[in-house]
């Protein structure tokens, strides 16, 4: 039970320290998850992160999910989701209440402006992170890139971008006889 516990506990502090949506919690979840839990991997968690980036729903609940259910099966899943979204629900409510009253406040504005650029920010240094870690060779590149412009320049859904990287990474798997590592 307190597998379970430290679970919920560690998901918890994510899922209240992190603001921006999925891409700006990867730097949480290594620190917690690869650095100092020694939980899973960088690439374990990078593999999480991607099937949660591709799964209907919220990244980082679906991230929590994948990686409690390494941990602890279904069970821990669940305890990780619960800690993962408690904070959310918890935040949303508060700031439901408050927020209409709130928002004519310029302070309340400026911090709203100021908070937009750090996100970016951060979701700039993960987007670097993440092209380190994968972007190992020229087909990865050439990929990343055809997703890029597909993303950009067309109203594909984001689903079927991912689906034909997929392909394409199998397509040129079995062209090269898996000579491209």
């Known amino acids: 039970m307190s597998e379970?516990?430290?679970l919920y506990v560690a998901f918890f502090r994510i899922g209240i320290l992190t603001f921006g949506g999925g891409l700006t919690m990867l730097p949480m979840l290594k620190y917690?998850?690869?650095?100092?839990?020694?939980?899973?991997?960088?690439?374990?968690?990078?593999?999480?992160?991607?099937?949660g980036q591709c799964t209907p729903g919220i990244i980082a609940v679906n991230?929590?999910?994948f990686v409690g259910y390494r941990?602890?099966?279904i069970a821990g899943g669940i305890f990780a989701t619960l800690g993962m979204a408690t904070p959310s629900i918890l935040i949303i409510t508060v700031v439901a209440m408050f927020l209409?009253?709130?928002?004519?406040?310029?302070i309340v504005q400026h911090a709203i402006m100021g908070i937009r650029g750090g996100v970016?920010?951060?979701?700039?240094?993960t987007v670097y992170t993440l092209a380190k870690k994968?972007?190992?060779n020229k087909i990865c590149v050439a990929i990343c890139a055809a997703a890029f412009v597909l993303a950009f320049f067309t109203k594909l859904p984001t689903v079927l971008i991912i689906v034909l990287a997929a392909v394409a990474g199998v397509v040129i798997d079995r062209v090269t006889g898996g000579a491209v590592k």
């Open 63 to 65: 991230t929590a999910t």
């Open 134 to 136: 994968s972007l190992v």
């Open 100 to 106: 209409e009253a709130m928002m004519g406040y310029a």
């Open 71 to 73: 941990r602890k099966g």
């Open 120 to 125: 970016c920010g951060l979701m700039l240094n």
């Open 32 to 51: 917690e998850l690869v650095e100092k839990r020694n939980w899973i991997t960088e690439d374990v968690l990078l593999d999480c992160y991607a099937i």
């Open 4 to 6: 379970l516990w430290n």
